[in-house]
């Protein structure tokens, strides 16, 4: 039913407002454990039904039934109460009194209240179906709505057995807000008690990430009507209203912690929270309060827990609509700085990477929140997965926590919050015609691309019957599934097995080996021969895409297996990838490829073993003695002309994308060899691609990360970052070092700007550098790090500097004192551009000053 409101019934509303606000309004929000305050614009709070105020144990009034009848549109008088409820069947509710008596309405009517100051409102709702001998409280059916918003349609509570309360948040533009009841046809309406409280204009801002990939920014939250679907102190006991600033609840985890046995409980005092106040982010006590930071989960065990461990929360939702969450975060378990690094995910999509919060407050103990939002088409059973978990770009951290969560629901395209019925009553949902259609369209469409791949596929593997010999006598071998005999070696290598078949154990069928020097398909019970069955005392390694074993062929050759692990972050299209360029590169300083197993959807990649295993195990963190400098610089000269013979001595070029010394290994006579091709990109007559950013924290390109245009400048980078690691001898990323000091290459940077780099070389070596070579070295990798990519040198160049300081270096006997007169003018630009030569000048005439320590976590995928 539709009301019209003159100027005068406006003017007595503005009357009634200066009447009720004052004698209403709860004073402002102002205890000492939360050191905030305030005083609501807007605070209008009804015990329906009620004939005497009800103060509430948080000190909250809520005005009689008489005292706000002037603001209802009706004239009927419909009270019911009761002397108490039985709790035998209840939960306890410290709004419980509010429970007591409601106001019945048999047609539609409408609460009308003036606001002075338009903004965000709380909306909050109490229903609980009173007995009653005249009405049935428990049939009725009836819909709620704003004058744009519907809140509830045809809702009934029909549970004698609970107490029902809603919450909301709507942004209001008018000085006039309409709450509306509406019964079903021959049905009623009821409410036991509203609360219209404004909401601080710090709470929620327009903007959120939205959860769908790619990661982005959603816009537009203040058009959404919002309501609280959950509100959870992670790690902590329920908060009544009393308890917070805005008079919220806020939940134990318990009910949603869906693996308490990984996770455990931590506790500081309120008074140790510190609430920021930057120009770049405010959290204050009204976001949420200090008990919701003081609490968190931590890991059970960040030692011992596998690495694709994590934190994990579930709540059950609602299909087909959007979700915002706010996550927050306070680390009140580290002893000190850069210790927590974790990724935070939303139903299984990676949300942030690495959230450092060291960086993002500049303090422990510090109140941060972030706002996500989940889009329906990411909800597809019903339920919304919150987790945190370990990153692996620290490898000596593992943990992570979280403090609190609030999941509310966005309001539909019928404006919405219960169905596609809009305040009009016309339906906005999908149309059930429209639906059948598109489901027959997708079902046609669907069945003419399988009718078409399955036609691809038969044409291909007629085309390459040939190549599987005992396979050739049957005409129609070609129809066979891909996993069958022949496998990927037929249809991609066109390897031809000159030998018959022979029978193994388990009645796998394995192929002789193919001619020497093909790159061979292996079955995977030859795999697990040659490893034990995967021996866990046999594994070299543990990297992005799986674990790397030592095996022994049945031609007693040795060789590295590299096995795809199920629970990795990459998959078939690395397999691929590096199948696909060590299948196509041969040279002295790259990995060989052995062969290769897809079977049973297994993804394993068999290398030459190169016994000496990564470089960066003889630089530290290990027992190998260490390596001369001159040594050192031969293994970087190897790595150079591997990545140079990528760079140009290719068909096309080809860009590693995750150069660093775990992927440089060294054999037996530590000759480097460059490894891990899963990242590579191959680049076809261009200077740069545009492609994801991904890589490995610390030697990341941070131009290629700012604007994701991929180019050879970014291996170079990467190579600068080696440089100095071999000249250092420490992680490129250390946690437990001071903040300035955590990433190697802004380091390093800062210390060869103030003429200081040489107290940071690997003491081990320091005394027999001669100071030339050192000089040459050291400038070109300064050169190397130039923020902008144009300003690096080529591969081409660093490899013949790093010759220019390897001759150097053994040219002319050196010692500890001759090193002086370098240290005192190491920050000095004395590598000339030498044109007999073709190598570029690499004096560093731009050194970043910003630290790029913690710049490399949005939109970063690591490896």
Partial sequence: MKHSYNFFSLFILLLLHLFFIPSTCVNSINDSDFGSS????????????????????????????????SFLSTTEDIQISVDSINLANLSYSPALPLYETARVFTEDTTYSFYIPKPGRLWIRLYFFPLPNPSYNLSSFVFSVHTDRFVLLHEFSQSNNDSLVFKEYLLNVSDHRFSLKFKPRKSSSAFINA?????APDILLSDSAIQVSPPLGKFNGLMNSALQVSYRINVGGPTITPGNDTLSRTWESDDPYNIFPQGSKSVSVSNKRIIYP??????VTPLIAPSPIYATCVEMEDPQVMQPNFNLSWMVNVEKKYSYLIRMHFCDIVSRRLDQLYFNVYINGIESVSALD????????????YMDFMIGSSNITNGS??????PTNHKQDISNAILNGIEVMKMSNSADSLDGFFSVDGEYKGPNLRTKLMKLVAIIGFSLAVISLLLLGVMYVRWLRRPLCREESRNFFSWLLPLHSKCNISCSIYSNKYDSPKSKHAGGHSIHHSPRRGSKRFFHFIELQRATGNFDEKKVLGVGGFGKVYLGTLDDGRRVAIKRGSGSSGQGMNEFITELNMLSKLRHRHLVSLVGFCDENSEMVLVYDYVSNGPFRSHLYGSNFSPLSWEKRLEICIGAARGLHYLHTGASQSIIHRDVKTTNILLDENYVAKVADFGLSKTIHDKAQISTAVKGSFGYLDPQYFKSQ??????DVYSFGVVLFEVLCARPVICSTLPMEQANLADWVMKQHKFGMLHKAIDPRIANNINPESYKVFVQLGVKCLSELSVDRPSMGDVLWNLEHAYQLQIASPHDGNSLSNAFQNENESD????????????VPDRIGSDSLVFSQMDNFQGR
């Fill in 194 to 198: 509203i609360e219209i409280v404004s």
């Fill in 277 to 282: 106040q930057t120009s770049d982010f405010i």
């Fill in 38 to 69: 305030f005083t609501p614009s807007v605070n209008y709070l009804i015990d329906c039904g009620s004939s005497l105020k009800t103060q509430l144990r948080d000190g909250r009034i809520f005005k009689s039934d008489p005292d706000t009848t």
């Fill in 831 to 842: 590598i000339n551009n030498d044109n007999s030569h073709g190598v570029a000048s690499v």
């Fill in 709 to 714: 245009q991929l180019t050879q400048k970014s």
């Fill in 357 to 368: 919060l060291s960086y993002e407050t500049k303090a422990l103990a510090t109140a941060y």
């Fill in 384 to 389: 919304i997965l919150i987790q945190v978990g």
